[in-house]
């Protein structure tokens, strides 16, 4: 587990051991006992799966491809989380992204545990053809080890839907006449996959902010008013002003996040710039986000990066660096890319007053530490980027019954579930002066993780 995460675990496992009232039936040594075994458990992973995929590409060389199924931890249901396709792909960062979708479906009480899986290809250098045969070689590589029942992936970073129905085909293949629509969430809607999912984490992480800045603020005007926190006084001024934002990434989670925020009526928004791994955009005035979408259609998901470009798509603005999005003078920052992008080498320069982490991890543990001493507000990935595993548990529900929900119905169920989480949180965040939003996140979610394994006879 990353540094930051297991910090945080170890600090909210600590806390919970000193609160009296917390598995009061455990006292004494047996208490010290299974707190050990806590740190223990949600320290490590249950189960590493690594393999080489052997493909032959097109022009007949012969790779093997280094892939990864790492299942952090099953207390909650089976395992679920993403497999991403991305270069950087190692075993430690998919083991830290394992453990923080354990905690993430904690955190939201989605009846799963955690895992994720990774491949460490560059997508783009791939074709169709041998993109195909990755994901037909990683399910029969982990056929034994997924299923509705066991370990359900997911898009991530580098997949999609696509990439999904493939999969989904490859395991109906190895397992005939068994249920094969909940062993994959995030396919096409075609395929038996939900209406809305494709939207969800954008929506969820933009609902996050909207419910902090305007429905949270108007329900708890008392609580606000008294409280004493550096957090709460940030809020209360983001909330009386036009805010800026800036959206780092425009892929699934950016662009549909953007959108959102560029077509809000609770909140006085502008979206003054967006970025994606060539370039940012900017304008003082708000970019027309529904052209840039429209451009990214069209053009291999990448924004227009010079002047012609952004001519021929009728935008008006800028380009400028693409590290530019994060040091702009804006209200909101959106991280919707990669993780680790605000580090202590460059937090110095981040002017955003609130951030919010649709990405998972693109916050440090130091850089953290420097924000919220500014009084910085940071949702954090666990909260914020929730939607997408939120509607694919409504879609493997959904896979289960063979009954599918509308659009109305799967938003309706996501805004309920985010704001739920939201209430239970947020006034734990602006009462408690010393605590971050993301200390308070891992607070709830270690607590229910503890209580589970706790009830279930775990924690010898
Ligand atoms: N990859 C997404 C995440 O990190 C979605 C996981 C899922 O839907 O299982 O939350």
Redesign the pocket.
């Known amino acids: 587990m990353a540094s930051q995460t297991g910090a945080i675990v170890q600090q909210s496992l600590n806390k919970l051991l000193g609160s009296p009232a917390f598995l009061h039936h455990l006292q004494g040594a047996e208490r010290t006992q299974a707190f050990t075994s806590l740190g223990a458990i949600l320290s490590t992973p249950n189960k590493i799966h690594k393999s080489f995929l052997r493909i032959t590409l097109d022009k007949g060389e012969v790779v093997r491809i280094p892939a990864f199924r790492i299942q952090h931890n099953d207390t909650l249901g089976p395992y679920?989380?993403?497999i991403?396709f991305h270069e950087s792909v190692n075993e430690e960062e998919v083991t830290n992204?394992a453990a923080?979708?354990t905690l993430?479906n904690a955190l939201h009480e989605v009846p799963?545990g955690g895992a994720?899986g990774g491949v460490a290809i560059s997508p783009r250098e791939f074709t169709d053809r041998e993109l195909y045969l990755i994901c037909k070689k990683y399910v029969q590589y982990f056929a034994d080890v997924l299923g509705p029942d066991k370990d359900?992936?997911?898009?991530?970073v580098g997949t999609g839907e696509r990439e999904m129905d493939w999969m989904t085909a490859e395991y109906k293949s190895i397992h005939p006449g068994q249920p094969y629509l909940g062993s994959f969430?995030?396919k096409s809607v075609t395929n038996g996959g939900s209406l809305g999912r494709r939207e969800a984490?954008g929506k969820g992480v933009y609902m996050t902010m909207s419910y902090l800045l305007s429905g949270f603020l108007k329900e708890h005007s008392t609580l606000m008013a008294g409280s004493s926190s550096r957090f709460a006084a940030t809020a209360v001024e983001l909330s009386s002003k036009e805010l800026r934002v800036a959206v780092q990434g425009f892929g699934n989670v950016g662009s549909v996040a953007a959108l959102q925020a560029a077509s809000c009526q609770e909140l006085r928004n502008k979206v003054v710039a967006v970025s994606d791994r060539n370039t940012t955009l900017y304008h003082p005035d708000g970019l027309d986000i529904p052209a840039l979408i429209e451009w990214a259609r069209h053009n291999r998901g990448d924004l227009p990066a010079s002047s012609e470009q952004l001519d021929a798509a009728g935008i008006q603005g800028k380009a400028l660096g693409r590290e530019e999005i994060l040091y702009l003078d804006v209200d909101v920052l959106i991280l919707a890319a990669l993780e680790d992008q605000i580090r202590e080498d460059n937090v110095k320069r981040v002017q955003a007053r609130l951030i919010v982490e649709g990405a998972?991890a693109p916050v440090t543990g130091e850089a953290d530490r420097i924000l919220s001493d500014r009084g910085v507000i940071i949702i954090p990935d666990i909260l914020a980027?929730?939607g997408?595993?939120i509607?694919?548990y409504l879609e493997w529900l959904q896979g289960r019954e063979t009954q599918f929900y509308s659009h109305e119905e799967i938003d309706r169920r996501l805004a309920i579930k985010m704001k739920s989480t939201m209430s239970t949180i947020l006034p734990l965040y602006f009462e408690e002066e010393s605590m971050t939003l993301r200390e308070c996140c891992y607070m709830q979610a270690v607590g229910k993780l503890a209580t589970m394994l706790y009830l279930q006879g775990k924690l010898y």
Do not use: E, Y
Not at 152 to 156: E, M, N, Q, T, W
């Open positions: 679920k989380g993403g991403r992204l923080l979708m993430k799963f994720k359900i992936p997911a898009p991530d969430t995030g984490t998972n980027n929730a997408g595993v509607v694919s």
